[in-house]
């Protein structure tokens, strides 16, 4: 080809378009580099993380997902970027333990970091290659200053490691090179990673010591580190290697395109535009004299180049929307496409924004994009990634790229148009889970996709009614437990008096268990509600809901770790593991003249209105009052964050308000994020669980929260969630109990 040209073409283009500069916190000076890999993806050293974060250099120790200040050289100057810490391998000697302060070389030692959103041109992917023994190499200043290259020479490479010797003049690998891209100028790529340099010892020069010598990790070794810790999609190393992705090509598929492209595009003009468009998306460079390409030369990068043939429909698709004949011959390139290994089904646009919002998503719920597929796709064999319960952001890509190669459903569609395909399907019903302006955006996504494919829109509209359908369903009904607790002034410490009463299918209450029965322990009351929600006709296939009423200041007892297995078993069951265990507070509520009228506006708006986190940084039960009059009028779910003494002035302003949802943590966390135990990613704090997933889900999602955080001894949360379900009608008992009684009891 000689129209369509690689960037690297040009001579003068080199690493710096990748150039990452890590900063300290304070942004006042450079702590090393890294280098641009793909998406949001950035690749530094651990120990620049370090630096930046003012730890020691080489310890070991994960900082978790801190956020750090990058800049690119490539833009404007002053301009920084924020990448949350992704992956983490921390750097280690050939044996084993942690690396020590003076050792001259070490293994591991990488860090990806991902980016809040992708950057702007120029900044784009590189090339990689294996290192090898004397290559001429170049690597810059974590700053990018085009005076800072130091010129070095792979002079051994074993173990994984290149050694780097320079010249005694010009610039020599110093601090603040460190993570930066090795760029080979022959092969016009990257070879590896600057790692460290190795000094002479002692303040006094001899002429037996090393000079400007310093180490780098080659590429293949970085690979190997990257796989084995999961930290970037396979996919995503794979395109780098190969990068520019030119496939094989079938020649006689590549022959047929030429047709269709000759009636799309047989005007000079209009090729070039197109074919620059094209050149754009995927990176090339194009001449300068606005010729256009020959047709022969477009169809061997259509057929050979990933992506490129989607990439030209979606700027087809317009012209040939009111053209019979041209949309026919955009159909048949399309088919074409499908008998070849590079076309894909996305465009580079439609891809980018799928995997950014997915990646957001799945941050969020990573249960999400699992729960979706099985229901979009419940008679395929999903790929393994999608078989368990969670899936990490760094998992999406390739999840995507399987969707991609799947074919469309076996519904009829009209008018012998395409069939909507698996991945757009699963989209749909991401978008139905996900709500509001979230799927919103999915769904027009969607649309431009479907349009693009030729896909009639009945199609789309009968799966979009499919995923409608399905997000609005409920969960197997279970037992329906009501609980009142209650103490009074003689009772032993620890001991509560006890009602519980079972819902009949009609929504009536039937008492199980009378409170003029002798004080319990908290365990004697977890067994008596397993008995109940067991046992009649409230029993279900679902998990049970029991919701516990409890005096005002009673909100803090922890009946979700009351324990209700008998003497005899072997499996604990803490009540807030096994069932959808809730608090509600009946008497707080009877403090307000409206709070019947607003918990049941708040509770009819759930799904819609605005979640309100009282974080630390909130103010007080006044500024707490304001909101819940006013822009938060219908809200329906609170946070509340902060010690005992804070949640005692703001959890009553709640209640009394009739806001019907409203978590916090009995240990006072934050809600913060923290990463998970089980290596997927981050688990979603306290706060997350409230806004992110369909609200009458939550207590099943608090379910699974609380078992996860009970079987790891290091997580320190202890959730309770008050949940006052408008339509849950409360006993007759409790509707006219009187809060004079209070001054007999005390809890």
């Not at 956020?67 to 391998?89: D, H, K, N, Y």
């Not at 005076?147 to 050694?163: Q, T």
């Not at 991945?423 to 769904?443: D, P």
């Not at 067994?527 to 803090?556: F, N, W, Y």
């Amino acid at each position: 080809m000689t129209w369509f040209m690689a960037a690297g073409d040009a001579g003068a283009t080199d690493a710096r378009a990748a150039l990452v500069q890590v900063l300290v916190r304070d942004q006042a000076r450079t702590a090393g580099a890294g280098v641009y890999l793909a998406g949001r993806s950035l690749l530094t050293c651990a120990h620049v993380v370090n630096a930046a974060l003012g730890l020691r250099m080489l310890s070991p120790r994960d900082p978790g997902g801190v956020v750090l200040e990058v800049a690119f050289p490539a833009l404007s100057a002053g301009r920084t970027w924020r990448a949350r810490l992704a992956a983490w391998i921390p750097p280690r000697p050939h044996g084993q333990g942690p690396e020590g302060a003076g050792s001259l070389k070490w293994e591991g030692d990488l860090a990806v970091l991902e980016l809040e959103e992708e950057p702007p041109s120029p900044v784009g992917p590189v090339r990689w290659v294996e290192m090898t023994s004397g290559q001429e190499v170049r690597a810059w200043y974590g700053g990018g200053q085009p005076f800072s290259y130091a010129d070095v020479r792979v002079a051994a490479y074993e173990d994984g490691i290149g050694y780097l010797d320079g010249q005694l003049s010009g610039a020599a690998i110093d601090d603040g090179y460190s993570g930066g891209p090795l760029w080979s100028t022959a092969e016009g790529a990257v070879v590896g990673l600057v790692m460290g340099r190795i000094v002479a010892p002692g303040p006094a020069f001899a002429a037996q010591h090393t000079v400007r010598r310093s180490w780098g990790l080659g590429w293949q070794s970085v690979i190997t580190e990257l796989r084995r810790a999961g930290a970037v999609p396979d996919e995503h190393l794979r395109a780098l290697w190969a990068r520019p992705s030119v496939l094989g090509v079938d020649e006689s598929v590549r022959d047929m395109m030429v047709g269709p492209l000759h009636t799309l595009l047989g005007d000079p003009k209009e090729r070039a535009a197109h074919a620059g468009a094209l050149a754009a998306q995927l990176g090339l460079r194009v001449p300068e004299n606005r010729s256009a390409p020959a047709v022969e030369e477009l169809a061997q990068l259509l057929a050979a180049t990933e992506r490129a043939l989607p990439t030209l429909t979606e700027s087809l698709a317009p012209k040939v929307a009111y053209d019979a004949r041209g949309r026919a011959e955009l159909d048949r390139l399309l088919a074409l496409g499908r008998l070849t290994e590079a076309a894909r089904l996305l465009s580079v646009a439609e891809h980018r924004v799928l995997l950014g919002k997915t990646e957001h998503l799945v941050r969020l719920d990573p249960g999400l994009l699992p729960r979706a597929a099985h229901a979009a796709l419940p008679y395929l064999d999903l790929p393994q990634s999608l078989q368990a319960a969670r899936l990490a952001p760094s998992a999406v890509p390739g999840v995507l790229r399987e969707l991609e190669s799947w074919h469309g459903d076996g519904s009829p569609v009209p008018e012998e148009t395409p069939r909507l395909p698996a991945l757009l399907r699963v989209v749909e019903y991401l978008a139905a889970e996900t709500g509001g302006m979230a799927c919103a955006a999915l769904q027009e996504w969607s649309r431009r996709v479907a349009a693009r494919l030729g896909v009639h829109p009945s199609a789309l509209h009968e799966r979009r009614a499919d995923a409608e359908r399905w997000s609005r369903r409920t969960a197997p009904p279970g037992a329906r437990i009501l609980v009142e607790l209650d103490r009074y002034a003689k009772d032993p410490a620890d001991h509560y008096r006890c009602s519980v009463w079972r819902l009949r299918p009609d929504g009536t209450a039937a008492r199980a268990v009378t409170s003029s029965e002798r004080p319990r322990t908290g365990p004697e009351i977890a067994r008596l509600i397993r008995e109940v929600a067991g046992g009649g006709d409230a029993s279900g296939d679902g998990v049970a809901l029991v919701a516990v009423s409890v005096p005002p200041d009673a909100l803090e007892l922890a009946v979700d770790e009351w324990d209700g297995a008998g003497p005899d078993e072997v499996i604990p069951a803490p009540l807030g593991e096994d069932f959808h265990l809730v608090l509600r507070c009946p008497r707080l509520r009877m403090r307000s003249r409206t709070a019947v009228s607003d918990l049941k506006r708040r509770w009819k708006a759930r799904a819609h209105s605005p979640p309100l986190l009282a974080d630390r940084s909130f103010g007080g039960r006044a500024a707490l009052i304001g909101l819940l009059k006013t822009t938060h009028r219908d809200s329906a779910r609170v946070f509340v964050e902060g010690d005992a003494e804070r949640r005692g002035e703001l959890l009553p302003v709640c209640l009394v308000m009739g806001v019907p949802i409203v978590l916090w943590d009995r240990e006072g966390g934050t809600g913060l994020a923290v990463r998970g135990h089980d290596g997927v990613g981050e688990e979603p704090g306290l706060d997350a669980l409230l806004t992110h997933g369909p609200v009458d889900q939550l207590p099943e999602r608090l379910r699974h929260f609380r078992v996860r955080v009970h079987a790891d001894d290091t997580r320190p949360e202890r959730p309770a969630l008050v949940w006052e379900n408008a339509e849950l009608p409360l006993p007759d008992e409790l509707q006219l109990a009187d809060p004079a009684e209070e001054t007999e009891r005390q809890t």
